[in-house]
């Protein structure tokens, strides 16, 4: 009889790989590059959104990850880069109850809507940043001595 091990620490899923990923690939993004680093050089001809993660808090007992992520949206003028924040807002809800690789989304709460926010790096550059609390915990292929992977495989 094997006496059962416990559950490894979680190594929690990459937020923001995940939001650059996921942004990335939206059709209502469409020519806006989207990283975790600032585009050079600068001023970038086209609209830029960075994402950054803040902060944040895990809940080891239910494997969760409470990402605190800024999105900061830069464009050429104000009009378009408070468009892009306003799209990525409306599209991080539809995060919600999704599984992307190595990861699930559970939950998207705003901490602060679309704001313009003068970016001392680039003077002259108009940007608008938002914040949300993206709650995440691996997805099912991305641990595989998980609870859940393990009982798949004894149930074998």
């Known amino acids: 009889m094997t006496t059962p091990q416990p559950d490894p620490p ?9 939001l650059v990923e996921f942004l990335s690939q ?3 993004l469409e020519g806006v590059d989207v990283g975790v680093e ?4 600068w001023p970038p001809d086209r609209p830029v959104l960075i994402v950054t993660r803040t902060g944040g808090s895990f809940t080891h007992y239910q494997r969760l990850d409470t990402a605190l992520v800024r999105v900061a949206s830069h464009a050429n003028g104000r009009t378009e880069a408070h468009r892009n924040a306003r799209v990525v807002r409306a599209l991080l809800g539809t995060l919600v109850g999704s599984t992307r690789p190595g990861a699930r989304v559970h939950d998207v709460a705003e901490e602060q809507g ?5 970016d001392e790096d680039h003077p002259g550059t108009p940007r608008y940043t938002l914040r949300q609390r ?12 998980s609870r859940e992977s ?7």
């Open 134 to 145: 993206i709650t995440v915990s691996p997805g099912p292929d991305a641990d595989p001595k």
């Open 10 to 18: 979680p190594v929690f899923p990459d937020v923001e790989a995940l």
């Open 26 to 28: 939206r059709p209502e």
């Open 38 to 41: 600032p585009a050079q050089p």
């Open 114 to 118: 679309p704001a313009l926010e003068p």
């Open 150 to 156: 393990r009982k798949a495989f004894h149930s074998q």
